[in-house]
């Protein structure tokens, strides 16, 4: 099959490799769409710790069961796993060993793995995968609307993590993909309003299109003194986890969604916290909350196809890293199936 293998950081090619075959309770799966998210560019550029090389990245996808190996298990939604099945492939790679997979919090597993992170993944015509992580999918949903299944199921436990009460006033900071579905599901969550910052004025336009009461290049130019009761980062970057921090609402919750660099250091006002009762919390990647997302972007609680904006074949990834570094998308993907245009 051909695959993008990550040779070694900065390295990166689509090369013939051979074909996976599925072991006992595992099923391969012809990859049909695959997402690159920040996790992928951490991986080509060597800034992920966990990840060995070579590798084949990519752990946002949705295709169709072609093999199974032995022993033939029940799917996580409850349906039987079967060759045809078109499903979306919860990546987390949980040892089940461990002290927090012992107390059901496997995303924060000792030993935590994650399909494309640490074994290959699906940027590749076909992927083995654990036959147990397989959901299948409602019949109307397409492959690219499946492989936005794993981003969502990060957002859904993000809002497991935070409060929730009706008439909540939110703020998000970054309107790529993961603050593009926060805004929805904070809609979904009976918001009483949903406010957004990022620099990028088509993000922004996007934002507003898809229900955000607010989307501006900075808190200052919105009208709430008072702060807002739920704050989510999704950027990463520094200056808007420091801006976050400062505008949650006393007694309010701030949440650090956004993946920033693991040296990153933010500079906070421990007495703010302490005096406003500010509480913080983080977002650690999927936990219990796949099949949720499947039935959500089932349901069209999700607008996918207008989070979704680019398709590159394999032999385009080049391109599509651009494209992505370059801000000019939101969800980009990947359909290795598919010549070079």
């Given amino acids: 099959m051909r695959a993008l293998l990550v040779e070694k950081p900065g390295q990166f090619s689509v090369n013939t490799v051979p074909d996976p075959a599925p072991g006992t309770g ?88 994650a399909i494309g992170d640490t074994v290959d993944g699906a940027m590749a015509e076909f992927v083995k995968v654990p036959a147990a ?31 929730r009460q009706l008439g909540t006033h939110y703020l998000i900071y970054g309107a790529g993909t993961m603050g593009l579905l926060m805004l929805q599901l904070a809609i979904a969550a009976g918001a009483a309003s949903v406010s957004m910052v990022d620099a990028n004025p088509d993000r922004l336009a996007m934002a507003r299109t898809l229900g955000a009461d607010a989307a501006t290049s900075s808190a200052d130019e919105m009208d709430r003194p008072q702060g807002w009761e739920i704050v989510i980062e999704c950027s990463g970057a520094v200056g808007a986890i420091e801006d976050g921090l400062s505008r949650v609402r006393r007694g309010g919750t701030y949440q650090q969604f956004g993946v920033a660099a693991a040296t990153a250091r933010a500079a906070i006002s421990p007495f703010r916290i302490y005096n ?66």
């Avoid at 790679?93 to 059901?104: N, Q, S, V």
């Fill in 133 to 163: 992580n397989c959901y299948r999918l409602p019949a109307h949903l397409s492959a690219a609307q499946g492989a936005l299944v794993e981003p969502l199921s990060c957002a859904v436990h993000g809002f497991d993590v935070l409060p």
């Fill in 276 to 341: 406003d009762e500010i509480t913080i919390v983080g977002s650690m990647a999927v936990l219990h909350s796949f099949g949720r997302a499947v039935d959500l972007m089932g349901e069209g609680v999700i607008d996918a196809d207008t989070v979704i904006t680019h398709d590159f074949a394999l032999d385009e990834f080049g391109d599509a890293l651009r494209t992505f570094r370059a801000g000019t998308g939101r969800k980009i993907q990947l359909h290795p199936r598919r010549a070079a245009r």
């Fill in 26 to 113: 595992e099923a391969v799966i012809r990859v049909d769409a695959v997402g690159i998210c920040g996790t992928d560019i951490h991986i080509v550029e060597g800034e992920f710790p966990p990840t060995p090389y070579p590798i084949i990245p990519g752990h946002e996808f949705a295709g169709e069961v072609v093999a199974l190996g032995p022993q033939p298990v029940i799917a996580k939604n409850g349906s039987g796993v079967r060759v045809g099945d078109r499903v979306a492939v919860d990546p987390s790679l949980f040892c089940g060993r461990c002290h927090y997979c012992a107390i059901g919090r496997g995303n924060l597993c000792e030993n935590w793995g």
